[in-house]
């Protein structure tokens, strides 16, 4: 089984997000949009969209999306099957958050790493 086939997201904590967002937005050009980040879509050498992207972005440090995690971080990784992905990581012995998310936006599974810190498990949507 193919595990993960991709970065989807990368997201942090910040004492002060909006001022820290209106700093990578003035200074690195990042299109902040009102949910508090970009998204940044793929495209080839030409600048051609080739379908997937990247979600980047800056959460309060009151956040608690991260819990049980205490870090100030996190990774979403895509994979090819959500289920299939934890249901073989809790096999493993693996620190598995009992909970899985269907949405619009994919399916979301989460693992906790032996540093403590949650992985985000996203299944795109078919087509994407």
């Not at 967002?21 to 990042?30: F, S, V």
């Not at 051609?48 to 819990?67: K, L, V």
Request: aromatic share 12%.
């Amino acid at each position: 089984m193919k595990r993960v086939t991709g970065i989807g997201g990368i997201f942090f904590k910040a004492h002060d997000a909006p001022a820290l967002r209106a700093w990578y937005q003035t200074h690195l050009g990042i299109d902040m949009q009102p949910w508090g980040g970009a998204s940044f879509h793929w495209t080839d050498e030409a600048g051609t969209p080739i379908g997937g992207r990247t979600e980047w972005s800056i959460q309060p440090a009151s956040s608690d999306y991260y819990a049980p995690s205490t870090s100030t971080f996190m990774v979403n990784y895509r994979v090819a099957d959500v289920r299939a992905l934890v249901a073989a990581l809790k096999a493993e012995g693996c620190n598995v958050v009992d909970k899985i998310d269907d949405s619009e936006y994919g399916v979301f599974g989460w693992v906790i790493d032996p540093e403590g810190n949650k992985v985000e498990l996203w299944q795109p949507p078919a087509g994407q």
